[in-house]
């Protein structure tokens, strides 16, 4: 029975994670998900596994040496997805970034050398080299993150390399693009559109609205993850997308269209400081290892729409209190 310690597993991707182990390997596998439960962690997402035989949850911070000294020397495999992962928030207040996203990943990475763990997965990502106006990042280019967000995933990605080189630490580091699907917290793009255009609240534009996403569905985020758990080697970076460039213009048609909404909830809004205009990852790394993605972006987006749609429950109690106070502050709008 192979063991994972999931950090940040009631977030967004690593609750879809967590559901993706349990539903492929069922009992042969044993998973501790270590949270913090910042706003962003939702026990919601892992309601229907909370009692599994096979499944652990810890509420508590990877920063904490001594509770990552007791739950990493089980694991075969961790896999890092806890981090403040907001680029907004990241410029308003950078400090918890700092803190969970370069001191968290140093933190498990000493416990994972210090107990000899088998693979040890940083959940980097395409933010990390910046912005590209033509073509598409491999992973041999050089990294200019943007945000304070980016920067200091930017500075755990090759800090985990460090511990390849320097202690030969079994590591491999993802570099995914902009997930999208269930359970994503509603400040990101697409839930937020998605949640606002349901209620009838309008839809803030960053600037000309054409900056330029590379779109995933977050299973086959989930599955190259996996994927790469057995074939990816020690000390690689593999980039992870699914070529579905988008403008956030193309994004919003999408959602009111799918809605029956109409254009005027549109509302052009002052643009993000220091804005990426485009990411774009070239994928043929981890292809020629053999894997791709499954879903086409027209299903899944369309799935994704419906899961909100029929999910009020889930994201109507999230839209209240601390969250609407740091748009009113931050944003001077409501929403
Ligand atoms: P998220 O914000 O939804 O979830 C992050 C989770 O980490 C939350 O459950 C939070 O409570 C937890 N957490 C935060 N600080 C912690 C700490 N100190 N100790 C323990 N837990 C803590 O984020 P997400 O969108 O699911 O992203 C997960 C990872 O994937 C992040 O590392 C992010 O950088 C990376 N990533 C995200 C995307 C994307 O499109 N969302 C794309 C590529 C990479
Ligand atoms: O590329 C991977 C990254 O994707 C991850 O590392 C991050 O954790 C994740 O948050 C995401 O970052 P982005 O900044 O690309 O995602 P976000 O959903 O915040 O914004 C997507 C685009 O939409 C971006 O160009 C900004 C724009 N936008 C966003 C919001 C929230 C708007 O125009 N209006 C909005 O209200």
């Not at 967004?12 to 962003?40: C, P, Q, W």
């Not at 990552?68 to 089980?74: A, R």
Request: aromatic share 12%; with cysteine.
């Amino acid at each position: 029975m192979k063991q994972y310690l999931v950090t940040g597993g009631a977030g967004f991707i690593g609750s879809n994670f967590i559901h993706y182990l349990l539903a492929k390997y069922g009992s042969e596998v044993r998973i501790v998900n270590v949270d913090k439960l910042t706003y962003a962690g939702n026990l919601d997402n892992l309601k229907d596994v909370a009692n599994a035989p096979n499944y652990r949850f810890v509420h508590g911070d990877i920063c904490d040496a001594r509770l990552m000294d007791e739950l990493v020397p089980p694991a075969d495999v961790v896999v890092n997805f806890a981090a403040e992962s907001h680029v907004d928030r990241s410029i308003g207040a950078p400090d918890d970034f700092i803190k969970t996203d370069i001191y968290g990943a140093f933190v498990l990475l000493e416990a994972a050398r210090k107990y000899g763990v088998k693979k040890f997965i940083q959940i980097s990502t395409d933010e990390v080299y910046g912005s590209i106006l033509d073509g598409s990042f491999k992973e041999s280019d050089r990294l200019e993150p943007s945000s304070p967000y980016s920067a200091s995933k930017a500075g755990a990605d090759r800090l985990a390399f460090s511990y390849f080189v320097t202690y030969g630490l079994p590591v491999v580091i993802t570099r995914c693009s902009n997930n999208y699907g269930p359970c994503q917290f509603p400040e990101k793009l697409i839930p937020l559109f998605v949640t606002n255009a349901l209620e009838d609240k309008s839809l803030p534009i960053y600037g000309d609205g054409k900056n330029v996403r590379d779109w995933i569905y977050v299973m086959d985020h989930c599955d190259a993850i996996d994927f790469l758990i057995s074939h990816g080697d020690d000390g690689q970076v593999y980039n992870i997308g699914s070529g579905n460039e988008r403008t956030n213009l193309d994004i919003t048609g999408i959602i009111l269209r799918e809605l029956g909404k109409p254009e005027s909830l549109m509302t052009w809004v002052p643009d993000r400081l220091g804005h990426d205009r485009r990411y774009s990852v070239d994928t043929a790394k981890i292809r020629a290892l053999g894997w791709k993605p499954g879903h086409t972006f027209e299903e899944a987006m369309t799935s994704t729409i419906r899961w909100y749609r029929e999910n009020k429950w889930w994201w109507e109690k999230l839209k209240t209190g601390e969250y609407l106070e740091f748009y009113k502050q931050n944003y001077k709008r409501d929403l």
